[in-house]
């Protein structure tokens, strides 16, 4: 593949990409870059965290890179996550990777790799003491973001340890690209700013977009974050996500009762959900309707639907169906592998029972 093909698949994931030249000239050199995403154990995992995951890893390894996904344990442990128990966590992080496996990412390209055993190598632990030794307090309290705190809150000292252990796994699993959601790039540009004062490569920086909840957005941008950040980590309101293994009744539930204002494409989690998601896995995106309201139409390009749906052609109702329908038929795979796979069906069950006891 050549070097401006696989310059677009990866620009095709990045949101932002620190930076556009730095990307270019890796991509030059190494035909096989490793880029790496951690992910923290606390519970039932949505769909923005695995299929669009999945989407973005698979564009990535086309590229040429080699993938590492961090089961971020100890992180969550440091996060209080699942109760504080380390056990709990590491099930739910077994579930992860059950999860990810059969939702159509691109194993024979992705390694998956352990917190827990990279805290236990003192050469890990050494580069967590180098990161602290050559940052600030408050530079570290502004990256909590990442952890799904909020500026506001006070951070435990286990939660101080969290942003220079996540800078630390960048150079120890040694990723050229950290390829993780917009709300993980201050840690990013953390691990940037000290990776070359310890002799380590500055990485590229290739964020993702943070898919929206199905609920309706908050009016300002630092409402938009906070609530991201309770999307992303917490279940007090599971209706603004779709988790991998609800059901098919579930799912359509949720995306009926979504968010999805008439003739508006900004901030519209429905059309967020087929351009990240749906257009991404298949070819034609079918609306059924009666003869009366125009009859079936069907679209190969996002944009065009999203033209005929600002334009006033398409109906929210209508739109929501056809999403509902398409992402069951994504979801399906995984609910039957944790239907018939009997590890994966344990795992999940006993996921289910922390996430209520918790």
Not at 205 to 223: C, F, I, N, R
Not at 321 to 344: C, G, I, S, W, Y
Request: proline share 4%; aromatic share 8%.
């Amino acid at each position: 593949m050549d070097l401006q093909k696989r310059l677009d698949l990866v620009s095709q994931v990045g949101e932002e990409i620190v930076t556009l030249e730095e990307l270019k000239e890796l991509l030059n050199k190494n035909p096989h870059p490793v880029a790496y995403d951690g992910f923290e154990p606390s519970g039932k995992i949505h769909v923005a965290a695995a299929l669009l995951r999945a989407i973005n890893v698979n564009k990535m390894t086309e590229a040429g890179c080699r993938f590492k996904m961090l089961v971020a344990d100890w992180h969550a442990w440091a996060n209080n996550k699942m109760g504080g128990s380390l056990e709990n966590i590491q099930t739910v992080g077994e579930y992860l990777i059950e999860v990810w496996k059969s939702c159509g990412m691109d194993l024979a390209n992705v390694e998956f790799a352990w917190a827990s055993d990279l805290a236990s190598n003192d050469e890990y632990w050494k580069k967590v003491m180098q990161i602290a030794r050559n940052t600030t307090v408050a530079r570290v309290i502004r990256c909590g973001q990442i952890m799904g705190r909020k500026d506001s809150e006070v951070l435990q000292a286990s939660q101080i340890l969290y942003p220079c252990m996540q800078a630390a796994d960048i150079f120890h699993l040694k990723a050229d690209v950290c390829q993780l959601g917009m709300d993980q790039r201050k840690v990013n540009m953390l691990a940037r700013e000290v990776g070359p004062k310890l002799g380590y490569c500055k990485p590229v920086v290739v964020s993702h977009h943070m898919l929206m909840g199905l609920l309706k957005p908050a009016s300002t941008e630092k409402d938009r974050l906070e609530r991201t950040i309770e999307m992303k980590m917490s279940k007090s309101k599971p209706d603004s996500a779709i988790f991998m293994t609800d059901p098919a009744e579930e799912v359509e539930r949720k995306i009926m009762k979504a968010y999805c204002p008439e003739k508006q494409a900004q901030e519209n989690p429905i059309l967020e959900y087929c351009k990240y998601i749906i257009f991404e896995k298949v070819k034609t995106f079918d609306i059924e309707r009666p003869s009366k309201f125009g009859g079936n139409v069907s679209f190969d390009k996002y944009a065009d639907l999203e033209y005929a749906f600002v334009d006033g052609r398409i109906h929210p109702m209508d739109l929501k169906k056809a999403t509902a329908v398409q992402m069951n038929k994504l979801l399906e795979p995984v609910r039957k592998h944790f239907e018939k796979d009997k590890k994966a069906g344990e795992l999940l069950e006993a996921v289910n029972r922390l996430e209520v006891t918790r």
